[in-house]
T-cell receptor, first 109, second 114 residues
Framework: GQSLEQPSEVTAVEGAIVQINCTYQTSGFYGLSWYQQHDGGAPTFLSYNALDGLEETGRFSSFLSRSDSYGYLLLQELQMKDSASYFCAVRGGYNKLIFGAGTRLAVHP | DVKVTQSSRYLVKRTGEKVFLECVQDMDHENMFWYRQDPGLGLRLIYFSYDVKMKEKGDIPEGYSVSREKKERFSLILESASTNQTSMYLC?????????????FGQGTRLTVV
């Protein structure tokens, strides 16, 4: 089977840096994705890591360690609009996509 | 723009009814998915399809079935709706390519079974 674990909630202040961790157990692994979902909205894609290392996209970076079955999403220069839920997702065989339970990020002034 | 369209935004059905949720995507994506989202549980995969007429069970397929007769359309069927199937249902599609597969989501159908 497959399972992903991430913290349920994280709080931070504007301008700060926050890291959301994700550990996974899976029978087949092709990559780790991150998605953002604002209240009332649909999830939207942020990043994808297939290989070990750091991928940077503007204020957001994502890291993967395949040997540790671990990844994280790093959000820098936090803004109020970053308040949302963040999901890690594992891509498995036949392009199956399994999501974690999500981390609710609250950014305060 | 990629578009994934779900047939209804809100739906109220009675216990025991057969319910059809429709999803259409316009980007010629091979893969389509149905998830349900409940507070604190994230997105749980019900079924997915990697090609026309192909379907695979996800983590919670019980009480559901799917149909994919055409590439652009993926239907979720609740054979006999029950109150524990009250939830937000999200459809998604993604392309098959080696560099990673970004999934695009519809706006969701909030189903209430009474």
């Amino acid at each position: 089977g497959q399972s992903l674990e991430q913290p349920s909630e994280v709080t931070a202040v504007e301008g700060a840096i926050v890291q959301i961790n994700c550990t996974y157990q899976t029978s087949g692994f092709y990559g780790l994705s991150w998605y953002q979902q604002h209240d009332g909205g649909a999830p939207t894609f942020l990043s994808y890591n297939a290989l070990d290392g750091l991928e940077e996209t503007g204020r957001f970076s994502s890291f993967l360690s395949r040997s540790d079955s671990y990844g994280y999403l790093l959000l820098q220069e936090l803004q109020m609009k970053d308040s949302a839920s963040y999901f890690c997702a594992v891509r498995g065989g036949y392009n199956k996509l399994i999501f974690g339970a999500g981390t609710r990020l609250a950014v305060h002034p | 723009d990629v578009k994934v369209t779900q047939s209804s935004r809100y739906l109220v059905k009675r216990t025991g009814e057969k319910v059809f949720l429709e999803c259409v995507q316009d980007m010629d994506h091979e893969n389509m998915f149905w998830y349900r989202q409940d507070p604190g549980l994230g997105l749980r995969l019900i079924y997915f399809s990697y090609d026309v007429k192909m379907k695979e069970k996800g983590d919670i397929p019980e009480g559901y079935s799917v149909s994919r007769e055409k590439k652009e359309r993926f239907s979720l069927i609740l054979e006999s709706a029950s109150t524990n199937q009250t939830s937000m249902y999200l459809c998604a599609s993604s392309p098959t390519r080696t560099g990673g597969t970004e999934a695009f989501f519809g706006q969701g159908t909030r189903l209430t079974v009474v």
